[in-house]
């Protein structure tokens, strides 16, 4: 079974995110690079993560002119990235540009755009004050749906939102943050849920930090939630998350 962990390397050196992922690497099935590791040691570091042999998402989170994000994105397809964050409320000439540019950059290799909709840490109020009207559930629909049209491979999603959107984009592979196993703090993160109810509601791959990469020993962290996963699917028809909304 190929793990559908991608571990979310937030760490302020590369030397110790290359360490920590070399590690890893047999137990997990990719490596996430944020915007701490890309604006400190730099873009350099997803060449090192892509030479382990896993895919690399790279979560820039691009969003701006058409021109630029090309740009942006063909450079992070040079470096060897299988996707790349891009807000899909940059709009759809964007979407496209950074397909293309990726696509470009990426030349034989495999690569794709994962859409940003709605971040999580906004509330009805804060889209509001943007001048978006609706809930960020729907705001996410709205996106999603755009995403899919145009260029996108996927999108990250929340755990409550898989179903959603299954629904309206199903044609792209949902990426899911905010994962904690069981008996595991939440952190900052307001929701969270377990592994397998990620995976039994439609998640393609977890994005997992913390829970990993904190644990006394991480790759044991990580072989044991990818066992969780070998047992028998729980089938979550409706859960707490539902209930919450
Ligand atoms: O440590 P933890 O598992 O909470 O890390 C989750 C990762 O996913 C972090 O890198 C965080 O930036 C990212 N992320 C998130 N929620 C989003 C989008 C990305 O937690 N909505």
């Not at 070399?22 to 890309?38: C, S, T």
């Not at 509001?128 to 990250?156: C, D, F, N, Y």
């Not at 898989?162 to 993160?189: C, E, F, K, N, Y």
Request: charged residues 20%; contains cysteine; proline residues 5%.
């Amino acid at each position: 079974m190929t793990s559908p962990i991608l571990v979310a390397l937030d760490l302020d050196s590369a030397e110790e995110a290359v360490r920590l992922a070399a590690a890893l690497e047999p137990a997990v099935g990719g490596f996430k690079i944020g915007l701490e590791l890309l604006m400190g040691p730099g873009p350099g570091t997803i060449g090192a993560l892509v030479r382990l042999g896993k895919p690399v998402f790279v979560d820039a989170k691009l969003h701006d002119i058409p021109t630029t994000v090309h740009r942006a994105a063909r450079q992070i397809g040079r470096a060897g990235a299988r996707w790349v964050t891009v807000h899909a409320s940059g709009g759809a000439a964007q979407l496209e540009a950074a397909a293309e540019g990726l696509a470009e950059g990426a030349r034989a290799g495999r690569a794709g755009v994962l859409a940003v909709t709605v971040l999580t840490s906004l509330t009805d109020t804060d889209l509001s004050m943007t001048g978006v009207a609706g809930t960020p559930g729907k705001q996410s629909s709205r996106l999603a749906r755009l995403a899919a049209a145009h260029g996108a491979e996927g999108v990250i999603c929340s755990v409550k939102e898989l179903g959603v959107i299954a629904s309206v984009a199903p044609s792209l592979l949902r990426v899911t943050p905010g994962i904690r196993p069981q008996g595991i703090g939440a952190d900052d993160q307001k929701r969270v849920a377990t592994p397998q109810e990620a995976i039994s509601r439609g998640a393609d791959w977890l994005v997992i930090g913390r829970a990993i990469t904190r644990a006394a020993d991480p790759r044991r962290a990580a072989e044991l939630i990818n066992e969780s996963l070998q047992t028998d699917a729980v089938v979550y028809a409706r859960s707490d998350l539902d209930r919450e909304e």
